[in-house]
C-alpha cells in the first residue's frame, strides 16, 4: 500500500461508544493480519469483550472508509524478573523489583498487528501511540516498564523500537521491556 493512505488511531471504546456493537464486531471480523497469527483472533473475538470487562484498551488505525491497517491493545500485567536476566542492576532498581518475589509491575503492550496493505512504519505509529497513552497513564498512577511478549523473529524488530530482552527463550514466547 502507497504510504501516502490517511488513517486515524481510533480507541476501540470510542467505536463502540458511535455504533452498535454488532457493527463493530463486523468490521473487526473483517481483518487481515499480514501473517497468520493469534493477532487475528484477538480483534475477532476477544477485543470488545476486553474492552468492555476494562481488562484491556484497544486501539485501531483505520482509513475513513473503515479497513482496519492495524492495532495494538494495552493492559497491566507483571513480570518475573529472573535472577539470570541481561538487564543491569540499575535497570533493575529503576523498575522497582521485589526484592522478595522478583516481580515488578508492568504496562503491556498486549497485540500489535498490522495488515499486508498497512503503510511502512504503521507498527511504529501504533508504537508511539501505545507508548503515549502509557506516559498518561504513568504520570496518574505510576509504573515505569512496559512489557511485550514476542516470537523470535520480532526480536530485532523490537530492539529497534527501543525495547530490552529479559527472557529468551526458544521454546516460547520472549519477554521484552522498555522504560517510560
Same mark, same amino acid.
Given at each position: 500500500?502507497?504510504?501516502?493512505?490517511?488513517?486515524? !488511531?481510533?480507541?476501540?471504546?470510542?467505536?463502540?461508544?458511535?455504533?452498535?456493537?454488532?457493527?463493530?464486531?463486523?468490521?473487526?471480523?473483517?481483518?487481515? =493480519?499480514?501473517?497468520?497469527?493469534?493477532?487475528?483472533?484477538?480483534?475477532?473475538?476477544?477485543?470488545?469483550?476486553?474492552?468492555?470487562?476494562?481488562?484491556?484498551?484497544?486501539?485501531?488505525?483505520?482509513?475513513?472508509?473503515?479497513?482496519?491497517?492495524?492495532?495494538?491493545?494495552?493492559?497491566?500485567?507483571?513480570?518475573?524478573?529472573?535472577?539470570?536476566?541481561?538487564?543491569?542492576?540499575?535497570?533493575?532498581?529503576?523498575?522497582?523489583?521485589?526484592?522478595?518475589?522478583?516481580?515488578?509491575?508492568?504496562?503491556?503492550?498486549?497485540?500489535?498487528?498490522?495488515?499486508?496493505?498497512?503503510?511502512?512504519?504503521?507498527?511504529?505509529?501504533?508504537?508511539?501511540?501505545?507508548?503515549?497513552?502509557?506516559?498518561?497513564?504513568?504520570?496518574?498512577?505510576?509504573?515505569?516498564?512496559?512489557?511485550?511478549?514476542?516470537?523470535?523473529?520480532? !526480536?530485532?524488530?523490537?530492539?529497534?523500537?527501543?525495547?530490552?530482552? !529479559?527472557?529468551?527463550?526458544?521454546? =516460547?514466547?520472549?519477554?521484552?521491556?522498555?522504560?517510560?
Amino acid at each position: 500500500m502507497n504510504s501516502d493512505v490517511v488513517y486515524r !488511531v481510533h480507541p476501540l471504546s470510542e467505536f463502540l461508544a458511535r455504533h452498535t456493537e454488532e457493527y463493530v464486531a463486523k468490521v473487526l471480523s473483517e481483518y487481515r =493480519s499480514v501473517k497468520e497469527s493469534d493477532t487475528e483472533d484477538f480483534l475477532h473475538i476477544k477485543a470488545i469483550p476486553m474492552e468492555k470487562r476494562d481488562l484491556s484498551r484497544t486501539f485501531i488505525a483505520m482509513t475513513s472508509d473503515m479497513r482496519i491497517l492495524g492495532y495494538v491493545s494495552l493492559s497491566i500485567k507483571c513480570m518475573r524478573i529472573p535472577e539470570d536476566t541481561p538487564l543491569s542492576r540499575n535497570v533493575q532498581r529503576q523498575i522497582n523489583v521485589d526484592s522478595r518475589t522478583g516481580v515488578a509491575q508492568s504496562y503491556l503492550i498486549g497485540q500489535l498487528s498490522r495488515s499486508a496493505d498497512a503503510p511502512k512504519g504503521l507498527g511504529a505509529v501504533l508504537i508511539r501511540v501505545a507508548m503515549g497513552r502509557i506516559q498518561n497513564s504513568k504520570m496518574n498512577v505510576g509504573c515505569r516498564m512496559v512489557r511485550l511478549d514476542c516470537r523470535d523473529e520480532l !526480536v530485532p524488530y523490537y530492539q529497534g523500537q527501543g525495547f530490552w530482552m !529479559v527472557v529468551h527463550d526458544g521454546d =516460547s514466547l520472549n519477554q521484552m521491556m522498555i522504560l517510560v
